[in-house]
């Protein structure tokens, strides 16, 4: 059974830095586009980061667009997401996805999910 697990998550102060892991095994990762979501208390789930399978195709959420990067390590089965710069409003449990192929924006377009690791940001 596939299921990507992510770690790093925390509590952290507004300006500082957080770096999020998802491994994923029991999956071809290669070929796999891998995405970061997060979903905030009393909201739904949004888009915040992806990477395909070339990983130089990249592509953010506009609100963190310059402050985070994604990254991934094919050897390692490994997907990162790097967050600096730090906002309260970025709080919210991240979520880890796969999805064959092409970066998806939506949840429904991604097929594996992980049971999601919460990232606080105090003001």
Known sequence: Q???VESGGGLVQAGDSMRLSCVAS???FSTYAMGWFRQAP???REFVAAIGEIPRDTDYEDSVEGRFTISRDNGK???YL???SLKPE????YYCAA???EIGYQP???KYWGQGNEGTVSS
């Open 2 to 4: 596939v299921r990507p």
């Open 26 to 28: 029991g999956l071809l």
């Open 42 to 44: 009393g909201k739904e």
């Open 77 to 79: 089965n490994a997907v």
């Open 82 to 84: 790097q967050m600096n």
């Open 90 to 93: 970025d709080t919210g449990v």
């Open 99 to 101: 999805r064959p192929s």
């Open 108 to 110: 429904w377009e991604y």
